[in-house]
């Protein structure tokens, strides 16, 4: 008995021995055919999946692409770009704040407060816009800016229409501003003025002090035979001992640097001492001098006037009779006893080597060491002080000047005065003196430099300087408060250079310490003077 059933709809019959085999002859005809179906079913069925798994890794690799797309358009934006850029629209809002923030000022000084704020308000609005993108990292889009670019148009068309030519009012703030920098420009150069003329002042206390002992030289007789004997003293020629030259009409200043450099030395006995005063302070400065203890050093003081041999051709300066050149005739503003510095062989004609010291430093060491430094040759041994820029020669020399520029080289190293070597034999050799005689001469129309004596100290002792250690010589006290701590402590000689003195109250505080140490505060004198100044 014949049956069909699945399997592709295969014909078959039961044998007798009861196998099944495979009779329609069709059957074997169309395999391949149906082999062929089958075999491209497969592949439809397969590509299918592989499509759908395609699909799905495509949708994933673009989600993960995108992102980074947005992640690395997060990280490159340049906000900075992003404000600078004229099409943007953070580039419009911070335009139009600026231009609202003119606009507060200006309703402020209309009394229209209401105005002002509205405008304030709306600033704040955009600065947190602009805060909430640079931190986001985004750009502002023209749905959060546009609200705000209309809210300030409308309040700025709102200040126009009141009138507020805001072109007119900032040429008026222009003028104001001007106005100001004018004001601020004389501010500074009267406070420079007054400082130097404060300088240049003798504080009540000190000029009480400078009468008191004068009277005391009228009163005292015996003062002038001590003079007398001490003006033939061998000491004041013996090179074997240390002698240091002053040139001051302040009696306490001097007064400060003796006192602190016999404190600091190890054999003080062995010191000498040349002050050179005016005629006017002579007499104090012998007083004092004499009655004081300095600790067995010796000290000669004399004046200006009694070196006959020094007139005016010594001091090659412009006499003019107009008011704005006669500065440069008047004492007050060249000193001569600036200048006396550049006469010592003539003044000590028979000492060998001096240290200089300026009226304004203090001595914190021994200075003695000095004495038997190797100056390789040079006259003068100084610290240098081009560690800044503006210490150098173009600092102080007109080298528009054809006579400058042709000899020096404007970043020379500058030095510093108040604390110099000088090797009077070497001076002698090069003829020093003539030297600064020369370029005083050549400058006799103030072309080539100020009024200072250390431009012609740079031309006059060019070639010819030993630089020292710095720390034997630290400037500044008197105008730089920045100074190192632990350079002040290791400095041997302090300089107060520039106008806060010591002994005047515009001093700085901090450097005051270390002159006061050498001030005998509790003096009569200065008790009694001081008890008079305070009344």
């Known amino acids: 008995m014949g049956r069909s059933g699945g399997g592709g709809g295969r014909p078959w019959v039961q044998s007798s021995n009861s196998r099944w085999r495979y009779l329609n002859p069709s059957y074997y005809l169309n395999r391949p055919k149906r082999l062929a179906l089958l075999l491209i079913a497969f592949v439809v069925v397969t590509f299918v999946v592989w499509d759908r798994q395609t699909a799905s890794t495509a949708d994933h690799l673009h989600?993960?692409?995108?992102?980074?797309?947005?992640?690395?358009?997060?990280?490159?934006?340049?906000?900075t770009g992003e404000l600078l850029s004229a099409t943007s629209f953070a580039r419009q809002l911070v335009d139009q704040m600026l231009l609202a923030k003119a606009y507060v000022i200006i309703a402020k000084e209309y009394d229209n407060l209401k105005l002002a704020w509205e405008f304030s308000s709306h600033i704040r609005t955009c600065q947190r816009l602009l805060s909430k993108a640079a931190v986001r990292g985004q750009s502002i889009t023209e749905v959060e800016a546009r609200p705000l670019v209309s809210g300030l148009a409308s309040l700025i068309n709102k200040a126009q229409d009141a009138h507020y030519d805001i072109a007119t009012k900032l040429v008026t703030l222009r003028n104001h501003a001007q106005a100001l920098e004018e004001r601020a420009v004389a501010a500074t150069v009267q406070s420079v003025y007054l400082a130097r003329v404060a300088s240049g002042a003798v504080p009540k206390n000190q000029y009480c002090l400078t009468v008191r002992l004068m009277v005391d030289w009228f009163n005292k007789p015996a003062l002038k035979q001590q003079v007398d004997d001490l003006r033939n003293s061998p000491r004041l020629v013996d090179n074997s001992l240390y002698h240091f030259c002053i040139f001051s009409e302040n009696v306490l200043a001097s007064s400060a640097v003796v006192n602190s450099t016999v404190s600091n030395a190890d054999h003080p006995q062995q010191l000498v001492f040349h002050i050179i005063t005016s005629e006017s302070n002579y007499h104090a400065m012998q007083v004092w001098f004499l009655s004081n203890d300095f600790k067995g050093s010796t000290i000669e003081v004399q004046k200006l006037e009694d070196f006959h041999w020094m007139n005016s051709s010594y001091f090659p300066v412009r006499n003019s009779e107009n008011e704005s050149d006669s500065k440069f005739s008047n004492p007050k503003y060249i000193p001569l006893l600036d200048h006396l510095k550049f006469y010592i062989p003539d003044i000590h004609p028979s000492l060998e080597k001096v240290i200089y010291l300026d009226e304004d430093v203090i001595v914190q060491k021994d200075l003695t060491p000095l004495f038997s430094l190797?100056?390789?040759?040079?006259?003068?041994?100084?610290?240098?002080?081009?560690?800044?820029?503006?210490?150098?020669?173009?600092?102080?020399?007109?080298?528009?000047?054809?006579?400058?520029?042709?000899?020096?080289?404007?970043?020379?190293?500058?030095?510093?005065?108040?604390?110099?070597v000088f090797d009077l034999i070497a001076w002698k050799k090069a003829n020093v003196?003539?030297?600064?005689?020369?370029?005083?001469?050549?400058?006799?129309?103030?072309?080539?430099?100020?009024?200072?004596?250390?431009?012609?100290?740079?031309?006059?002792?060019?070639?010819?300087?030993?630089?020292?250690?710095?720390?034997?010589?630290?400037?500044?006290?008197?105008?730089?408060?920045?100074?190192?701590?632990?350079?002040?402590?290791?400095?041997?000689?302090?300089?107060?250079?520039?106008?806060?003195?010591?002994?005047?109250?515009?001093?700085?505080?901090?450097?005051?310490p270390q002159w006061d140490r050498y001030v005998n505060l509790r003096h009569p004198y200065l008790i009694r003077c001081n008890s008079m100044e305070a009344k």
């Open 433 to 512: 003196t003539s030297r600064y005689r020369y370029w005083m001469e050549q400058n006799i129309d103030q072309t080539l430099w100020k009024k200072e004596t250390l431009p012609v100290g740079l031309l006059t002792f060019n070639g010819l300087t030993e630089p020292l250690d710095r720390r034997w010589h630290v400037l500044g006290l008197g105008h730089d408060l920045g100074l190192d701590d632990r350079l002040i402590e290791s400095a041997a000689v302090l300089h107060y250079d520039g106008y806060m003195k010591p002994w005047l109250e515009l001093a700085y505080e901090r450097y005051k």
């Open 63 to 79: 989600q993960e692409t995108n992102a980074r797309v947005q992640e690395a358009a997060h990280e490159e934006l340049n906000y």
């Open 374 to 420: 190797d100056l390789h040759g040079n006259v003068n041994g100084a610290v240098e002080t081009c560690l800044e820029g503006f210490h150098r020669y173009h600092r102080y020399l007109n080298f528009s000047n054809p006579i400058i520029s042709s000899q020096f080289d404007p970043q020379a190293c500058g030095w510093a005065f108040g604390m110099n």
